[in-house]
């Protein structure tokens, strides 16, 4: 006999700062536990949160998000309060824990590093550096600052636009033990590629193979490369595209 579904509550929360003045922001890094975590570039000074909680465990004190000031960093972090069990359990009950879906607005000149469980990340239009890391949720990226994904049994999509080189500038990096990854180069990206995975590997640039390893190990380039783009896979598909102008 089917069980009736719990009584849903929905709540909202929300919150935001301005990046300029005398104590400028300039990392925004978020973990997110309970859900999903999605990007955005906001024209505004100022970063924002907004999330969208569906209340499911029970009890009165639910899953929310705190904001901790550490210097030019924002650590924006969702968590049940002090004393509630975090969650451990890889596939809990669905009614055991409140589920929180959080939206950030980035400007430009902040980066931002995201953090999940088993959440999505997905960033779009962003005009900063972006890292994501996730166990097994997808990342989707599209910034023209440095990108890095990392996830366990993930896939990673990514637009790349290669802003111009400058000193002290990170690596793309993308790293995948099983997911696919998928990347996109923009007419304007100046890479040196390499690919390392036991799985596919298709590029729409030239690359090198090295036929003395198992798996493929390749390095290429895309336009004068000036800065690296290493993907990294342990069984997934690579491909590397080329985006039209």
Known sequence: EAKPAPDLKIDRLSWGKDVDGEAPIRHLEVRNDYGDVRARFTEERRVAAWAVVQRLAPGPHGVGFTVERRGDTIALT??????????????????????????????????????????????????????????????????????????????????VAAAPAQAGLRPFLFQSASG??????????????????????????????????????????????DRQLLAVSETGRIEIRRAER
Request: net charge neutral; hydrophobic share 40%.
């Open 180 to 225: 696919p990854i998928t990347l996109t180069l923009s007419p304007s990206a100046d890479l040196a590629l390499r690919v390392e995975t036991k799985g596919e590997a298709v590029s729409a640039f030239p690359l090198a193979r090295d036929r003395a390893r198992a798996g493929t190990r390749a390095s290429g380039r895309a336009g004068r490369p």
């Open 78 to 159: 969702v968590a049940y309060p002090p004393g509630r069990t975090r969650d451990q359990d890889p596939d809990p009950p669905q009614d055991s824990l409140d589920r929180l879906d959080l939206t950030v607005f980035v400007p430009e000149g902040v980066s931002l590093g995201a953090e999940t469980l088993r959440g999505m990340v997905e960033a779009r239009g962003l005009r900063s550096d972006f890292a994501a890391r996730t166990l097994s949720g997808d990342v989707f990226a599209a910034s023209s600052g440095t990108i890095q994904a990392t996830t366990k049994a993930g896939a990673i999509t990514a637009l």
